[in-house]
């Protein structure tokens, strides 16, 4: 599959001098990862790790080793800012989930998400996503819809707050406290779009 690369030298974090040292902090850390879960087991890591590389269509471990290192930190803390009635916490959607997930693999494909090939891969992750998702014992308890989305949101969040994507979707990184002064052109600081095609 082809990819385009629209902006091939911008480095995001080329820019951290105009940023403030908090904000510089918190930006330089998330280029590092640790893989020192607190939540998660390492099956479950390893089945997230196979999740989100095709949620997110990303490979790259760093970057899917960051998106595993949030969920994590995320699950840890507990922390949730709405939920719907009878929807279980975070924690306990994502953990009991996960448990459905590997028992609904082995029990069709006798093996495990992560051993699966990408198609079928794919297949009971759409499965999920529409609450279709077989043997339906194995998921009873557990909102498939939910479940998803909870992967969905956590997995996005990280990967699009991480600086190498910033700086491939031509993001500039934080404007503060310098800010945006142009609105019908692009400030200085900010990337200029250069495309071309690249294997995905």
């Known amino acids: ?77 507990g922390l949730e800012s709405e939920r719907k009635p009878g929807v279980p916490s975070a924690p306990v959607l994502v953990r009991s989930g996960l448990k459905a997930l590997d028992d609904a693999c082995q029990a069709v494909h006798t093996d495990r998400f992560f051993h699966l090939d990408t198609e079928q891969k794919k297949l009971l992750m759409t499965e999920i996503c529409a609450g279709e998702a077989t043997p339906h014992e194995v998921w009873k308890g557990v909102p498939q819809k939910e ?38 052109r692009l400030d200085p600081w900010e990337p200029k779009e250069d495309v071309r095609k690249d294997e995905a």
């Open 1 to 77: 599959m082809k990819k385009a690369i629209r902006y091939l030298t911008y480095d995001v974090m080329d820019e951290q001098h105009a940023w403030d040292e908090h904000t510089r902090s918190i930006v330089r850390d998330r280029l590092q990862t640790t893989g020192d879960y607190q939540f998660l087991t390492t099956m479950e890591a390893e089945i997230l790790r196979a999740w989100c590389c095709l949620l997110v269509d990303d490979h790259r471990p760093e970057m899917i080793q960051y998106v595993l290192d949030h969920i994590d930190q995320s699950l840890t803390k």
């Open 147 to 184: 479940f998803f989305k909870k992967l969905l949101t956590l997995s996005i969040e990280a990967y699009y707050s991480h600086p190498k994507v910033w700086s491939e979707i031509g993001y500039g990184g934080p404007a503060y406290p310098r800010g945006y002064v142009r609105m019908e």
